[in-house]
C-alpha cells in the first residue's frame, strides 16, 4: 500500500513539473507588417538606419529553459508577431514616436508599454522578457553571438 502512494506521488509530481513548463507556451499572433529581408542576406550595422530597423528577441538562458521567452509585439496597436529567443526581424518605420506593447507568458501574462523614438539614426532595437515584464532598449548595435541569430519567418 505505501509503494502505491509513492507512486502515485511521483507520477504527480512529474505531472505538475510538466504541466509548469508545457504551461508557459505563449500563442503566435498573425504579423501585419511587411518583413525586409532582401539584400541582407549578412546583416550589417551600415545597412540598418534610415527606417529600416532591427527588432531582436535577446531572452537569456533562464528565459529559454521553461519556454518563456516567446513574445509577442504590438506597434501602435498593429501586430508586429511574435519572437522566439534568438530571431530577428527587420522593418520599415517612418520617423516618428511608436508605441510599443510586449507581451510574454510567465504562469502569467507579463504586459509592458514602452514609448520609442524611430529617427534617421534608430538602427537595432532589443526585446527582452524577464521575470516581472519586459525590458525594451535601442542599443543600436547587433548583440555579441550575432551569428547565432535567424530571421523570423513570418508566421
Sequence with gaps: ?????????????????????????????????????????????????????????????????????RINIWINDKPLGQLKASEYVIIDLKKDTYKFKVQHLDVVNMRSMDEVEIDEKTKVIKIKPNVTSNKLRVTNELPKNFDKFKYALKR
Excluded at 9 to 19: A, D, G, P, Y
Aim: glycine fraction near 8%.
Design 1 to 69: 500500500m505505501k509503494q502505491y502512494f509513492i507512486k502515485l506521488f511521483k507520477q504527480s509530481v512529474l505531472c505538475f513539473i510538466l504541466f509548469l513548463v508545457f504551461s508557459c507556451g505563449l500563442k503566435s499572433i498573425p504579423s501585419e507588417y511587411t518583413f525586409i529581408k532582401n539584400g541582407f542576406e549578412k546583416v550589417e550595422l551600415d545597412n540598418l538606419g534610415n527606417g529600416k530597423v532591427l527588432i531582436y528577441n535577446g531572452a537569456d538562458i533562464l528565459h529559454k529553459i521553461d519556454n518563456t521567452s
